[in-house]
T-cell receptor, first 113, second 112 residues
């Protein structure tokens, strides 16, 4: 069974631009969660989608948004990029998003110049 | 506040020795705990999990112990190998819609 895939793997953007990242979950998984990883803050939860609905959201500004499609694939968008948005963005999928294992993709490395 | 924290940021062991990585959590309502391994340039990789109604769980060369009395979680790696070198994270989930709360991570370095 294929794992979680994320595209693109690397991105370089400039301040003020916007970016869209994509995540394809493991087949059959309906929950997709997004995390931001930085050296200073570690791994922080952004949001979670289940059956095309955002079910939970972390403490990030409204510039961070996401959506989920009927095939469970998910995208996250960051608008008006800031230097501090440079990070590794990880998505994870699970069957239900409740107390079951989340499997991570390789991440998208975003650099904001 | 809610947090899952690790006691040591780095751990260096000799190849063949056993490794123990510790984690403390603050919320007794946590339902489920997971250990992840993250190698450089990769996403976190699932190692082993344990539910709050268990005290111990074993996998291949790994054992997770959960002490709910003192809110402590540990990962034991037997016969540590160079390929075990990575950053290890503990994470908890509280049935809150896909939200894992991660500790800061422990970097394990295995000396040949």
């Amino acid at each position: 069974k294929a794992g979680v895939t994320q595209t693109p793997r690397y991105l370089i953007k400039t301040r003020g631009q916007q970016v869209t990242l994509s995540c394809s979950p493991i087949s059959g998984h309906r929950s997709v969660s997004w995390y931001q990883q930085t050296p200073g803050q570690g791994l922080q939860f952004l949001f979670e989608y289940f059956s095309e609905t955002q079910r939970n959201k972390g403490n990030f500004p409204g510039r961070f948004s996401g959506r989920q499609f009927s095939n469970s694939r998910s995208e996250m968008n960051v608008s008006t990029l800031e230097l501090g948005d440079s990070a590794l963005y990880l998505c994870a999928s699970s069957w239900t998003g409740e107390t079951d294992t989340q499997y991570f993709g390789p991440g998208t490395r975003l650099t904001v110049l | 506040g809610e947090s899952v924290g690790l006691h040591l940021p780095t751990l260096s062991v000799q190849e063949g020795d056993n490794s123990i990585i510790n984690c403390a959590y603050s919320n007794s309502a946590s339902d489920y705990f997971i250990w992840y391994k993250q190698e450089s340039g990769k996403g976190p990789q699932f190692i082993i999990d344990i539910r709050s109604n268990m005290d111990k769980r074993q996998g291949q060369r790994v054992t997770v112990l959960l002490n709910k009395t003192v809110k402590h979680l540990s990962l034991q790696i037997a016969a540590t190998q160079p390929g075990d070198s990575a950053v290890y994270f503990c994470a908890e989930i509280r049935n809150q819609g896909g939200k894992l709360i991660f500790g800061q991570g422990t970097e394990l370095s295995v000396k040949p």
